[in-house]
């Protein structure tokens, strides 16, 4: 029970903090998408907008991950680098860098939030046929 209870409590104090880690977001396009892969590719080839596409693919989702407070570009192309694997995706095609208003800050307190400018990537996650 007592293990229970510390682990609530790191779990609420964690969740706590606002904007201080990237995000990550994945929205299906495939009909009857499975979020579980049970064999991630190898590597993953990242296409930035305007880059030609010389293969035949299978569109699996739109991708995009957003970055922390002191988050950098590097780190960010890794996580989405992450994120296509982790959903079974071989490629990205169509990278659009932009930057969105994020907000940091702790929950429980009466500090004000503070609004920041991220750097935000964003694409479409494709299988390679």
Known sequence: ?????????????????????SKEIFTP???GFKADCVTPPAEVQLLFDG???????ERI???????EY???????????TNLAKSKCC????GIK?????????????NDPSQNYQA????GIAVKKK
């Open 1 to 21: 029970m007592k293990k229970i209870l510390v682990f609530t409590v790191l779990a609420v104090v964690a969740s706590s903090c606002l904007g201080y880690n």
């Open 29 to 31: 396009t495939k009909e």
């Open 51 to 57: 880059e030609p596409v010389t293969f035949q693919y």
């Open 61 to 67: 989702g739109l991708i995009e991950v957003q970055a």
């Open 70 to 80: 002191t988050g950098n570009e590097k780190d960010q192309l890794k996580t989405l």
């Open 90 to 93: 071989d490629a990205v095609i």
């Open 97 to 109: 860098k932009g930057y969105v208003t994020r907000e940091m800050g702790l929950v429980f307190t």
């Open 119 to 122: 750097v935000s990537f964003s």
